[in-house]
């Protein structure tokens, strides 16, 4: 699921990004300042998530959204992407990472063929029902959204410094004043 944050109000620093003549210098600068600010939600995310092997936890990166092949709508050359989620790696796969914010639907589990050659005869719910199949239902617990939830004025203020910083080293620490 994507949430997108509209940040308006910033009329000042959008001329002044505006007067960048360089369109990438100017993305860059507006993308930075947006992987900056994510930084906040990364790290309650990381203090929210329910740990049990922590590999969830080492999952939660920011990364730079890239538009690639398709055009997304809404996004021009001089919008940023920026995401804060959880990545899967050959060596960290955390497919489940989306089983853990939203829940699941009750379904049933089966105990698999190769589950069985290696000796297991069962299944164990959590309510402690043992089987071949068990019905299972899996409670949401959030972390991504609580994160953000928490933090949207506070990664709001630290955008618009990060932004301004940027803007001065183009300008050579010189802001420049309507």
Known sequence: MSDRVRVEGFKELDKALAEITDTAVAQKALEDGLFDAAQL??????????????KLRKAIRRYRGKEGKKKLAGISKRDALVYVGTKSTKKNPVFYASFVEFGTQRHTVELSGAAKSRGATSLVSKDGRFGQKVNVKAKAKPFLRPALDENRDKVIKRFKSALVKRIEKVWNGKVRKQ
């Open 41 to 54: 939600v990364q790290k309650t995310a990381k203090s929210k998530v329910s740990v049990e092997s922590g």
